[in-house]
């Protein structure tokens, strides 16, 4: 009987995991290209991760709420740039004697109370609205950075599951080669119709967990679609790289973030000391009186300063807020450096131990695979039973998966790596 191709195939199965089987051409080992759609693009076209996250910023709520705070930072500046301290009020006082004399004396004045800056107090102001814009713009990009976080988990998860079901793709193709030998064989008389059973339960198994990884797939790419609105499948290949990524030498967003934040805190204070009163106002009016008993009617100018005082009941309460936000800024600005540092070293030591089990599983799956090769030349030669042989066919299947994923593991953990370093795709 002439050899049979089936074993052919299942080992095209395997050729995520890398390494030649005896008897059987040489497999290309994986790379991370291999696993995401090529740069040129697929039918349906790729997108740059970089491109993704501008697509999916501008779909987040989030994006809506910094840009009002960045509106607001603006008008608070606006509002500075004038000459009052507060909205000015207008202000209309009227006497008259006719409950009284009724001798037909009015006075009527009608004025505007301007509040004016305290010494200091515009400086302050200023300063204040320059951190708070700084403070919205450190928030923008850390919610960018989440953003970019939530696109690298989906498109890495999407690869996976292509790389899992293309190995149950081809797993499946294998083992209907192999049904379809076996059932030859069983009319030919060589084997026993239990054991063309036997092979088409395995080949219905494969097809089941097929069904089941194409449907989580598109899952999937439905997730990515949610979060991004584009259709098009992400390219991993333009943003992996073999060597751990290095700091640009610009500080982390969450850190910048905390920093501005304290430093917001600290403008706060200074602008509550430079304001221990409320604002002073100077009034100017214009006065009519008309002395009645047919006297001429008298017009007259009013300017007038009114000068709030000070005291501990209402400075008190103020400045413990403010020293109170500030502390608490503070203590979190360092512990922000803490866990951005903790984070660093963890992801790092994730990404060696993800490297490393990459090499046991494509060893593993390579050492499988032989074996598998190994028991069909004996199956063939009468030797070995069917049942022997589809269990070392489904041990190699499943090391290839288990090598596939933990080559998407390695792109992952990379990627985390780069969140953690507080760098964008």
Known sequence: MKPISWLSACVVAGSLAAGPVRGQPATVAPTMASLAPSAT????????????????????????????????????????????????SLTLQHRSDRLQAHAGKRETEIGMAIPLWLPGQRSARFATADAAAAQALAAEQVARLHIASQLQEAAWQTAALQAEAAQADAQVRALQQLTDDVQRRVQAGDLARADALDARAEQLAAASQLFDLQQRLQAARAQWTLITGLAQAPDLAASTSADAPASTGAPHPALQLASQSADLARKRLALLQRSDRDAPELTLGLRQDDPGRAEATQGSLAIGLRLPLGTDGRNQPLLAAA??????????????????????????????????QREAETTRARLLRERAGLIDKSFRAGETALPDLLRALSAAALADSAAARQTVAVGLARARLQHALGLLP
């Open 41 to 88: 693009g697929t039918s349906s076209g790729t997108v740059t991760l970089r491109a993704a996250l501008d697509a999916a910023w501008q779909r987040s709520v989030t994006a809506r709420e910094s840009a009002g705070m960045r509106r607001r930072a603006d008008a608070d500046r606006a509002g500075i740039e004038r000459f009052w301290a507060a909205a000015p």
């Open 323 to 356: 020293l109170a936000e500030l502390d608490v800024a503070e203590t979190h600005e360092q512990r922000v450096r803490e866990r951005i540092d903790s984070d660093i070293a963890a992801a790092r030591s994730a990404q060696q131990a993800a490297e490393a």
